[in-house]
């Protein structure tokens, strides 16, 4: 299996700030590396796919680069519904998996 | 705006198979390019896919759970579904349907049902 491994797992931010979120992955997945966002409760939404590209609908302050094993997610300046839990998650293996997820909480 | 929304049984005893269906609407469910997957997550915890299936009745599983996964699809209903056998409480999670691009260049899981939370006890 393909492992996908986030860091940080947690981080607590002030509103506005610039937040890095990176994803590695245990062998090369090209570019085939997306990201979710989950609020509590919630089922998670694809923010990002193919790495880089935004996905219809989401905030253009929402920003994903990389390719190979190492992938980051940026949010250019975190805003109150940011708050959440991030998953990366790669579609180049079987099985699909998922980034242990980073949780985003207010400083 | 495509709609997903899963249901079945939210308590399963040991042993017992889990059952689920997801029901899609204001789309067709036998659109090219897009497969029909499932994935859990338990309580506290991150997510885990399980499968998914085209309209066809192509499959593809994750080896995890292979053994005990059956996916199906029903196109004049517009559902598919999720049989998962032998369960334990490992099993015990939210499950999600979603819809599964999936093309050469392209494949992620977008939208999702709201999730369904499945406990496995006596």
């Known amino acids: 299996d393909t492992q996908m491994t986030q860091s940080p797992s947690s981080l607590s931010a002030s509103v506005g700030d610039r937040v890095t979120i990176t994803c590695r992955a245990s062998?090369?997945?090209?570019?085939?590396l997306n990201w979710y966002q989950q609020k509590p409760g919630k089922a998670p939404q694809l923010l990002i796919y193919?790495?880089?590209s935004l996905q219809s609908g989401v905030s253009s302050r929402f920003s994903g680069s990389g390719s190979g094993t190492d992938f980051t997610l940026t949010i250019s300046s975190l805003q109150p519904e940011d708050f959440a839990t991030y998953y990366c998650?790669?579609?180049?293996?079987?099985?699909?998996?998922f980034g242990q997820g980073t949780k985003v909480e207010i400083k | 705006q495509l709609q997903l929304q899963e249901s079945g049984p939210g308590l399963v005893k040991p042993s017992e198979t889990l059952s689920l269906t997801c029901t899609v609407s204001?789309?067709?469910?036998?659109?090219?390019?897009?497969?029909w997957g499932w994935i859990r997550q338990p309580p506290g915890k991150g997510l885990e896919w399980i499968g998914s299936?085209?309209?066809?009745?192509?499959?593809y599983y994750n080896p995890s759970l292979k053994s005990r996964v059956t996916l199906s699809v029903d196109t004049s209903k517009n559902q598919f579904s999720l049989k998962l056998s032998f369960v334990t409480a490992a099993d015990t999670a939210v499950y999600y349907c979603?819809?599964?691009?999936?093309?050469?260049?392209?494949?992620?899981?977008?939208?999702w049902g709201q999730g369904t939370l499945v406990t496995v006890s006596s």
């Open positions: 062998q090369s997945i090209s570019s085939y």
């Open positions: 204001a789309g067709s469910i036998s659109s090219s390019s897009y497969y």
């Open positions: 998650q790669q579609s180049y293996s079987t099985p699909r998996t």
């Open positions: 979603a819809r599964h691009l999936r093309t050469v260049k392209l494949e992620h899981f977008d939208p």
């Open positions: 193919a790495a880089s």
């Open positions: 299936i085209y309209y066809s009745g192509s499959t």
